[in-house]
């Protein structure tokens, strides 16, 4: 056993540590990151990147069907095998070499550990002690939350990384959760070739989200022949000879030849050493807008349960490395208010707050709603698509955007803007001096503040 | 000969017209509107939209074929015929009549006449006079420029209204003039089996916009086969057995069945009766930030030469509307720093200076560029085309974006997340916390923000 010193130690190569470690050591610091899987972790390798590689083929083939002229050119149809080949070149067949030299040239040790707090600043990584000059940062992210309902366990399901990885489409796929993950495994599977049952406890998909955009993807989805179980529970798991039968409230029963579990993630922590120094395990690591337990621990990603987004992983990355390198830096909006999209079709982008979060929080809020797709530039993108809905959220006492909800055909880049007006506190009046060009669908934008002004 | 009164006298119907009637109908205002064409403008009828309709399955056809999985369905090529039938559809077979409720609804009465001023709040109206009780506002537009080269004119050659509305692809069609009217013809036609040959006398393409976008549109022109003349000027013109010879300086030729005169753009205002208010016709009307000429003569949208772009138009119809309503109503940045998109491929989306034209207006700037594709989004979009290059300009002085360009496939929405933020003046201290959603390519904003740290 050996005791190596570095100024910070990262635990956790996801998207959150990786940012972090490599922000640190373009700032000069001696930098080990500890990492007992895949550098790039759930996101790169099992969660975002293959997902969306597994849409968009997809999403891209029915927009081509819907154009005049570039439709006539389509005879045959999705190949799956060259779908799922994609997949695979995007996770790398699940190789994370392509990563090391982006930490090595950055002077960052790689630790293939599994790494564990042991006392202050000390990191127990294999046989090896890291001891920690100024600071420990523990990015060690999710897992799925297997539910305690009867079976299930027994039944091995699926969870996000099988299912993002599948080497084929099952026949037949039940989905427990109709949240982000469910709603667009269901999307990918289906459109890939499964027969897809969607099993959602609440009275909607999306739930966090609009009631609209929530209904859109389960109007969606039952048009794409997606059996849609919404506002019942699952009872009991049964597996057994290559299949598997979820029983449900209402007496009915949902078969499949394989099950996702996508209920929910839960933190990484149970077996970290957070009891070494003083901590619990087995739920999110507390922590300040500055990422901060306390002067040498930081937590960032989604294992301090701030919100679950890869983008605003890196973003609290950034904010620990600024904080760790002596910059006053504070995180805003890193919380259920943070920019998001889900990449069904109907794509759902939404930032800031719903109408109903607003008011839960005591603003004084009104919302416009404008078709998503009422105006002249979609004309030429989605048409014969659902319109889908874009709504502001506008905070009346400050004349500011508390939030925005676009829901529609690829969408996903219209959200930049919203997002810019939200953290940015663009006043109302502002924002009706910001033109949006034509004939682009971000005309939106205008119709949207003009019914404000209504 | 009668005389009828109105409060407010819109002479044109091109969007800029037909917005500002419209918001001072909604405001309660009895208003004529004065239109001898269509309802509607250049822009629905021979411009924005038409062009639109003959790039976009061109340009989804060839997106299609870069992602795998979706590009096995296509066999087949683009269906010109479908296109065109879909253009058509697109601008209503030229009739406005679809139009005319619209403005029904708001109590606008539409007299279908050439307009001319005749004195002090009149306006000639065929065989009518209107009298404008508050304010006369002209809108009649552009039209194409066509230069005094030798035997052009008797070439009768085709301008944006030919070109926008052929029934079918010319087998050769020579286009003057690379800025935005020539490059989206070149491409549209060349995709629709056109031989396209551009002569640009000026030195580079789309030459307002940052050097790396004309060059950009320039390669991408070439590998679709258009015989590219650049910092050539043609000299003559000789037509003649179905046939046109455009000579040019070099003492080479380029032959076409069709020519396409896209030079530049006059005002309309040789035959408006500016003479009988005071004024010389033949150029823009100038005014000022209010669009007022003086205290009952406005003009908007292109006639007042301040920039020539629909939505500047619609957005100056409703300043001058604001205006006229009594409202303390001023244009921004409607100059030739309003957000604007070219809709070849790879698009060229742009607000605020370019780096050329900030150093000229005296800015201290500094330029961060990065690749447009060079984030995991670019994974599923643009695969294999070229990069682009997003483009911020700093104002150093004031820590605000003073500019923004993006080129890449499919960028144009990109565009108004740059436009809230120069037209709000967001700090980029502040933009560092809008975090743009992973995976999308509106990271590009990351690694710009990345780029500024630098």
Redesign the interface.
């Known amino acids: 056993m050996s005791e190596r010193e570095f100024d910070v130690i990262v635990v956790g190569a996801g998207?959150a540590g990786e940012v972090c470690a490599g922000r640190l050591g373009d700032g000069g610091l001696s930098v080990a990151v500890v990492e007992e899987h895949l550098i790039g972790g759930e996101?790169s390798f099992y969660a975002?990147?293959p997902s969306?590689?597994l849409l968009?083929?997809?999403e891209?083939?029915a927009?081509?069907r819907r154009?005049?002229?570039?439709?006539?050119?389509?005879?045959?149809?999705?190949?799956?095998a060259?779908?799922l080949?994609?997949r695979d070149e995007?996770i790398h067949d699940l190789d994370d070499s392509g990563m090391e030299p982006w930490l090595a040239e950055r002077g960052i040790e790689l630790v293939r550990e599994r790494g564990r707090l042991d006392g202050e600043r000390r990191v127990r990584a294999g046989d090896d002690v890291l001891v920690a000059r100024r600071a420990v940062v523990v990015a060690t992210g999710t897992s799925a939350l297997v539910p305690p309902i009867e079976g299930l366990r027994e039944a091995e399901p699926w969870t996000n990384r099988e299912a993002t990885t599948a080497k084929a489409a099952p026949e037949r796929l039940v989905i427990l959760g109709g949240g982000v993950v469910g709603v667009e495994m269901a999307q990918a599977w289906r459109v890939l070739g499964s027969q897809v049952t969607l099993i959602e406890a609440a009275d909607r998909l999306i739930a966090r989200e609009e009631r609209f955009a929530g209904e859109q993807v389960a109007e969606a989805l039952s048009e794409l022949g997606v059996d849609m179980r919404i506002g019942v529970k699952a009872t009991a798991v049964r597996a057994g000879g290559g299949e598997v039968t979820v029983e449900l409230e209402d007496g009915m029963q949902a078969l499949g030849d394989e099950l996702l579990v996508a209920i929910g993630r839960r933190q990484n922590t149970d077996d970290l050493g957070l009891e070494t120094v003083g901590l619990e395990g087995g739920g999110p690591i507390e922590v300040d807008d500055r990422m901060a337990v306390n002067d040498w621990l930081y937590a960032i990603g989604d294992v301090n349960g701030r919100v679950l987004?890869?983008?605003?992983g890196?973003?609290q990355g950034r904010i620990a490395a600024d904080v760790i390198l002596g910059k006053d830096a504070h995180?805003?909006?890193d919380d259920g208010r943070?920019?998001?999209?889900i990449f069904t079709d109907p794509q759902v982008?939404a930032v800031g707050h719903t109408l109903d979060s607003a008011r839960q929080a005591g603003l004084s809020v009104r919302a416009v709603d404008v078709p998503t797709q009422g105006n002249?530039?979609a004309?030429?993108?989605g048409r014969d698509s659902a319109a889908g809905t874009a709504r502001l959220v506008v905070d009346e006492d400050r004349g500011l955007i508390a939030g925005a909800t676009f829901t529609g055909p690829e969408v996903?880049?219209?959200?930049?803007?919203a997002?810019?007006?939200?953290?940015?506190?663009?006043?109302i009046e502002?924002?009706a001096?910001?033109?949006?060009?034509?004939?682009?669908?971000?005309?939106v934008?205008?119709y949207l503040l003009e019914g404000l002004e209504a």
Do not use: N
Not at 67 to 80: N, T
Not at 338 to 341: A, D, H, Q, T
Not at 412 to 417: R, T
Not at 433 to 443: K, M, N
């Open positions: 998207p996101c975002c990147m969306k590689s968009r083929p997809g891209l083939l927009e081509v154009i005049p002229g570039a439709r006539e050119a389509v005879s045959g149809e999705l190949d799956v060259a779908v080949s994609r995007i987004l890869t983008h605003m890196k973003y995180a805003m909006h943070s920019p998001r999209v982008a002249a530039g004309s030429f993108y996903q880049d219209f959200l930049h803007a997002t810019i007006a939200v953290i940015g506190e663009v006043p502002r924002l001096h910001a033109v949006p060009s034509f004939p682009t669908r971000s005309e934008w205008l």
